[in-house]
């Protein structure tokens, strides 16, 4: 009998040439052995999983938090500022100055404007404003970025995080964001000195020849201005009054903490393909195609709210102007749109020049000045093409409840349509429940200005818009139950139930890792892996009803 030859490092039979089959299956073992090890020690993070895979490489989680939250703070920044040129708010104050502002109420801070207004017959409360509104613009590219660099930190750290390390890289994140608001606190403060007399004010009615006056900052105060002034306008022309805004440090501070969980939170659940930690199954399974699905409808309504707004600055006297209020507030108005479009009813009341800032015919609706019941009928008696909002709505929800059912592991043959349609169904209605009162919340607007804020024109105007977070629960679950059993019973049935089941990457991370990225072994693996890891395979709840399956000889 001829020796066994060796063949890659292999003993191979005699005759045949082929491996052994005992050596080819050691040989397959540790290929995907290796393979894992590979795509869990990847970058700068090689150091840190030398001993058992548990050291957090404090290294490369320094770095990532420290690059995440400087994209964010210059996307966020830029983004602010592009908007306040655009609604030339610069022309009143300082840009740098009120984009700290901005940014500071885009992460969750408050900015409280203030100021010595005596002279000019106001004092007290009058004398005092009040700013409560988040720019959502603002807020979602700063979101959108550091969740980019979080997920893709997480994805870097190979197929398997480890809680510390998962800790680590998100408290980082959270802790720089809170030390990027700090910064925002020092920055976001001004104050403009308004000088009586170089404002024409021996024109106002008493001290001139009647008629309106333009103030900066201001506007045109009209004749309106007559009633607040008492009997002293000579002395006005000497008076002068500072006025300015502050970033409140605490609220702010706590803000930015809020908002980096809330994102990074978020985040880590929406992604489907981002590795968790040991033990954390059902939360891939039960969890992220169901919040991955909301999350997509709700930044495919912001895409739609950027693209109508495009469209209407196009025939528009002022594309600026329209250009920098979508940059700072699409997500407003879409996200305050979409709970109304559900039947969730608000509470509001507007007055002034704030007025400007609201849609048609909600404007009309509060411009009574008196606190009003919002409802979609009520807007629908002013303008019927608001029914069109309900509708848009409704198809956001069933295209919420579709990528649901196609995102949804199946979970085996044995499963039928009726467990399947259920399942998706009370998934998206809990999550739904979550997500309609925190858009309600974030919706929330309340400005009552006595000064001009951040270039707005608010001379004795206010604003207040606040919808019902227990009613947006109950319909949220409503909504979300119906929409998810109409959308897996429509993936059921068009066969696409369960196709888009993504892995954590476990997969598809030791394939490409493995020695040679290719060749008969790693298509082996792959075609195993495909059971094991849930690339649509039935160990993994993926939908396997149609797939061809390769004939074994």
């Known amino acids: 009998m001829p020796p066994p030859r060796v063949v890659d490092g292999v003993e191979t039979g005699p005759e045949s040439g082929k491996p052994r089959e005992g050596d080819m299956r050691g040989r397959l073992a540790a290929l995907r ?9 990847t970058g700068t993070s090689n150091a840190g999983r030398a001993e058992g895979g548990t050291r957090v490489p404090w290294g490369d989680v320094v770095m990532t938090a420290v690059a995440g939250v400087s994209w964010a703070l210059i996307g966020m920044a830029a983004t602010a500022a592009a908007g306040l040129h655009l609604l030339q708010a610069d022309s009143a104050g300082s840009l740098g100055t009120m984009t700290a502002a901005v940014v500071a109420l885009a992460v969750g801070g408050s900015v409280t404007p203030s100021g010595d207004v005596s002279a000019f017959g106001l004092s007290g409360a009058e004398a005092e404003t009040a700013v409560e509104i988040t720019p959502l613009g603002v807020s979602l590219v700063g979101a959108l970025l550091l969740a980019f660099f979080f997920l893709r930190s997480l994805r870097a750290a190979g197929a398997v995080v480890s809680p510390a390390e998962l800790l680590a890289r998100a408290g980082a994140m959270a802790g720089l964001s809170v030390a990027m608001t700090g910064g925002l606190v020092w920055a976001g403060q001004d104050v403009v000195t308004l000088d009586g007399n170089a404002l024409g004010l021996d024109e106002l009615p008493g001290g001139g020849d009647g008629g309106g006056i333009e103030i900066p900052g201001l506007g045109d105060l009209g004749d309106g201005l007559e009633s607040l002034l008492p009997d002293r306008i000579g002395d006005l022309v000497e008076a002068q009054a500072a006025v300015g805004f502050t970033v409140d440090a605490v609220p702010t501070l706590l803000g930015g903490l809020g908002w980096s969980v809330l994102v990074l939170a978020v985040a880590l659940l929406a992604s489907r393909r981002t590795p968790l930690p040991p033990g954390w ?13 909301l999350v997509t409808v709700l930044l495919v309504a912001v895409a739609a709210g950027l693209a109508a707004a495009a469209y209407a600055a196009i025939g528009d006297d002022h594309p600026r102007r329209i250009a920098g209020a979508a940059l700072l507030g699409a997500p407003n108005g879409v996200w305050l749109g979409v709970p109304l479009g559900l039947f969730v009813p608000a509470d509001g009341r507007a007055s002034g020049a704030l007025l400007g800032v609201l849609p048609d015919p909600l404007d009309d609706l509060l411009r009574v000045g008196t606190e009003q019941h919002i409802t979609l009928a009520r807007l629908a008696e002013l303008d019927g093409r608001v029914w069109l909002l309900a509708v848009a709505s409704a198809v956001l929800m069933l295209l919420a409840g579709v990528l649901a059912g196609a995102r949804t592991p199946v979970g085996g043959a044995q499963v039928g349509m009726g467990a399947f349609v259920v399942r998706c169904a009370l998934r998206l209605g809990a999550f739904t429940a979550l997500a309609l009162p925190l858009l309600v919340w974030l919706t929330e607007v309340s400005a009552n200005a006595s000064l001009s804020v951040l270039g707005i024109d608010a001379f004795g105007a206010g604003i207040e818009l606040r919808g019902r977070p ?19 019973w429509l993936t059921w049935v068009c066969g696409a139930a369960g196709r888009r089941a993504a892995s954590w990457g476990q997969g598809s991370g030791a ?17 195993s892996g495909r059971a094991e890891w849930g690339a649509g395979g039935a160990a993994s709840g993926g939908d396997r009803r149609g797939e061809r399956l390769p004939c074994k000889a």
């Open 281 to 293: 199954d059902g939360v891939h399974r039960a969890v992220r195609p169901a919040v991955s699905a």
């Open 511 to 527: 394939l490409a890792a493995a020695p040679g990225g290719g060749g008969r072994d790693v298509d082996r693996l792959r075609e």
């Open 470 to 488: 227990g009613v947006a629960l109950l319909l949220g679950a409503a909504w979300g139950t119906l929409a998810g059993a109409a959308g897996a």
């Open 33 to 41: 052995i290796g393979g894992s090890a590979m795509s869990g020690v």
